[in-house]
């Protein structure tokens, strides 16, 4: 059955001193809630990963990585792979999100790789998509997110891809303050979800949660979360202050 998930996408922010806070806070505000109903992962910089999944052992939420190779260990300079992150303890990393298909060039096949490389290592890929202002304004949006669903993830058998979690993350919306209204949200995944009925079938499309990510904070959230095909969402600024944080993973009804 999928899942309540909130996680948190630091991006490139905070030094060590400041990321040692702001996990701590993490935990520390966890402590006041109720968050049973809710898988809440924290995805810091690779350099943090050691630190925030030490606290992960005594708190109530998972450790994620941003990203990882789409090779296996070996000479590729300034990588990190998969087996790595599995000797971390990390239990889910998000792909193909927009700043790396943008800045970095990842296509939906190198996505592809890293996210078989990750279920080899059983790591739950978060895989993102998500269409650009321009292409949602020249009503592409829709061939734009089935292109990057059907190339990134479809290749996979059944019983993997219920293991996978997709993101929506309208490009435009991203760091902008301009968030998808919740029937925007609405109709996308209910998009998303369709396709997986139409390539697998309905039980595979109901273990797979789907996150909103793009400007979320604590006071779009709950109306967000509480649209049916909406499970829950993808961080970023937000996720930066604890409370903003762990509001957010409480915006479930
Ligand atoms: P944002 O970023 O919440 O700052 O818009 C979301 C994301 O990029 O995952």
Redesign the pocket.
């Known amino acids: 059955m999928r899942r309540n998930i909130v996680a948190g ?1 630091w991006k490139m922010n905070k030094n060590f001193a400041e990321a040692d806070d702001l996990i701590n806070s993490i935990e520390e505000t966890l402590r006041q809630y109720d968050t049973t109903d809710v898988d809440i992962i924290v995805c810091p910089p690779f350099p943090y990963l050691e630190l925030v999944s030490d606290v992960s052992e005594d708190s109530n939420f998972f450790v994620g990585a941003q990203n990882v190779a789409k090779f296996d260990n070996g000479a590729y300079t300034g990588e990190v792979s998969a087996s790595m992150l599995k000797s971390m303890a990390v239990d889910y990393c998000i792909v193909g ?1 927009s700043e790396r298909r943008k800045y970095f060039f990842e296509t939906n096949q190198d996505i592809a790789q890293k996210i078989d490389l990750l279920l080899q290592q059983d790591i739950t890929p978060i895989m993102c998509v998500g269409e650009s202002l321009e292409e949602r304004e020249a009503g592409k949006h829709f061939d734009v997110i089935r292109k990057q669903v059907e190339e990134g993830i479809f290749h996979l058998k059944a019983e993997d891809m219920q293991r996978c979690i997709i993101a929506y ?1 309208p490009v435009w ?3 902008t303050g301009k968030t998808a209204t919740k029937e925007q949200a609405q109709e996308i995944h209910a998009f998303i979800r369709k396709l997986i009925v139409e390539k697998y079938n309905d039980d595979v499309a109901q273990e797979v949660s789907i996150l909103y ?4 904070n604590p006071k779009n959230a709950q109306e967000l979360f509480s649209m049916e095909d909406v499970d829950g969402g ?5 996720s930066l202050k604890a409370n903003d944080f762990i509001q957010i993973a409480c915006s479930f009804n």
């Open positions: 996408n999100h993350e919306a991203i760091g990510g793009g400007s979320c993808l961080i970023g600024g937000a």
